[in-house]
C-alpha cells in the first residue's frame, strides 16, 4: 500500500521566512497529493492541492511542488506569519488497486517566531 | 459546520467496552475514512468505505469495526479488543469519480479510565 514520509517533523522559523516542507510517497499510481493544516485542537483544514499532472501550484504566500517521477512533494510557505503556526500533514491518494485511500504522513510543527 | 459532524466531543470508556464513535455527513460524499491521531504519528488510516455496504481496512484496523448502512453515515466501534484506544479520533469523507477534497469532523478524544 502506500507510504507517505513527510519532513522535518518540527520547523521553527523567524517571521518573514520561507519554511520549506518535504513529502515522499511509494505508490507510482498516486494522482492526488493534498496539504492539510491542523490549528490546536481543531481539524485538518485544506490549504493547498496538486494533480499529478500538474507541476507546481500557488495560492498567494502558499505554494506545492510535485516532481513524479522522484515521487515527491512539498509544501512552500513565504513570508511567514505567526498564525502559520500549526501542524502540517500532506497525504496522497491513490488511483490504483486501493482507489480512495487517503495515506497522511505524520505531520509537521511549523512555529513562527515573531 | 463544513457539513460532517462527529459526536460526542468526548467520550469515556471503562476497560472491556465496547463504544461507538458517530459520524454523519450532509455533504452527499460517497467516501468516508475513520483515522487515529497520536502525539507525533500524524493521522493512520483505521477504515475507508468508497460506497454504502462497502468498506476497507486501513493500516490499523485491528480493535475496530465499521458499518455503511448509510451513504450519510460511517460509526466507528472501538472494542474491547483494541488495547490502547485512548486518542483522537476523526472522521473525514469526500467525493469520488473525480479527486476531491476531504472534508474532516470535529474529533472525537476517546479516553480509557
Known amino acids: 500500500g502506500e507510504n507517505v514520509e513527510q519532513h522535518p517533523s518540527t520547523l521553527s522559523v523567524q517571521e518573514g521566512d520561507s519554511a520549506v516542507i518535504k513529502c515522499t510517497y511509494s505508490?507510482?499510481?498516486?494522482?492526488?497529493f493534498p496539504w492539510y493544516k491542523q490549528e490546536l485542537g481543531k481539524r485538518p483544514q485544506l490549504i493547498i492541492d496538486?494533480?499529478?499532472?500538474?507541476g507546481e501550484k500557488k495560492d498567494q504566500r502558499i505554494a506545492v511542488t510535485l516532481n513524479k517521477t522522484a515521487k515527491h512533494f512539498s509544501l512552500h510557505i513565504t513570508e511567514t506569519q505567526p498564525e502559520d503556526s500549526a501542524v502540517y500533514f500532506c497525504?496522497?491518494?491513490?488511483?490504483?488497486?486501493?482507489?480512495?485511500?487517503?495515506?497522511f504522513g505524520k505531520g509537521t510543527k511549523l512555529s513562527v517566531k515573531p | 459546520d463544513g457539513g460532517i459532524t462527529q459526536s460526542p466531543k468526548y467520550l469515556f470508556r471503562k476497560e472491556g467496552q465496547n463504544v461507538t464513535l458517530s459520524c454523519e455527513q450532509n455533504l452527499n460524499h460517497d467516501a468516508m475514512y475513520w483515522y487515529r491521531q497520536d502525539p507525533g504519528q500524524g493521522l493512520r488510516l483505521i477504515y475507508y468505505s468508497q460506497i454504502v455496504n462497502d468498506f476497507q481496512k486501513g493500516d490499523i484496523a485491528e480493535g475496530y469495526s465499521v458499518s455503511r448502512e448509510k451513504k450519510e453515515s460511517f460509526p466507528l466501534t472501538v472494542t474491547s479488543a483494541q488495547k490502547n484506544p485512548t486518542a483522537f479520533y476523526l472522521c473525514a469523507s469526500s467525493g469520488t469519480g473525480g479527486i476531491t477534497e476531504a472534508f474532516f469532523g470535529q474529533g472525537t478524544r476517546l479516553t480509557v479510565v
Open positions: 505508490d507510482s499510481a498516486s494522482n492526488y
Open positions: 497525504a496522497a491518494r491513490s488511483s490504483g488497486g486501493s482507489q480512495g485511500n487517503l495515506i
Open positions: 496538486i494533480r499529478s499532472n500538474v
